[in-house]
Nanobody
Framework: VQLQASGGGLVQAGGSLRLSCAASGRTLSSYGMGWFRQAPGKEREFVAAISWSGRGTYYADSVKGRFTISRDNAKNTVYLQMNSLKPEDTAVYYC?????????????????WGQGTQVTVSS
């Protein structure tokens, strides 16, 4: 399985970005999906997760109300819409898939990881 994350870039505070993560090599429609991020000098942290059906979602408190996770199983793709971006959102964002079909927060329960895409928010 290969995961290709895209959509990162440089944006001013208050702006928006939409990240995409496309999977190839296996149909992942029955798997849970998630987004994590890692800022320089910090540990990787959970951002958002979605269940296999898309009906279950969960967000870190720091992004709740600003970010929205969604998926298109027909396209084997998960998205992260990021609005009202803040400088503290600056990080490398990673997508991941879990064999568990439910919402998963623990990174140790994810089985496949993308290569990451850089998001930089200027003040």
């Amino acid at each position: 399985v290969q995961l290709q994350a895209s959509g990162g870039g440089l944006v001013q505070a208050g702006g928006s970005l939409r990240l995409s993560c496309a999977a190839s090599g296996r149909t992942l429609s029955s798997y849970g999906m998630g987004w994590f991020r890692q800022a320089p000098g910090k540990e990787r942290e959970f951002v958002a997760a979605i269940s296999w059906s898309g009906r279950g979602t969960y967000y870190a408190d720091s992004v709740k109300g600003r970010f929205t996770i969604s998926r298109d199983n027909a396209k084997n793709t998960v998205y992260l819409q990021m609005n009202s971006l803040k400088p503290e959102d600056t990080a490398v964002y990673y997508c991941a898939f879990s064999h568990s079909g439910i919402v998963v927060v623990d990174p140790l329960r994810y089985n496949y990881w993308g290569q990451g895409t850089q998001v930089t928010v200027s003040s």
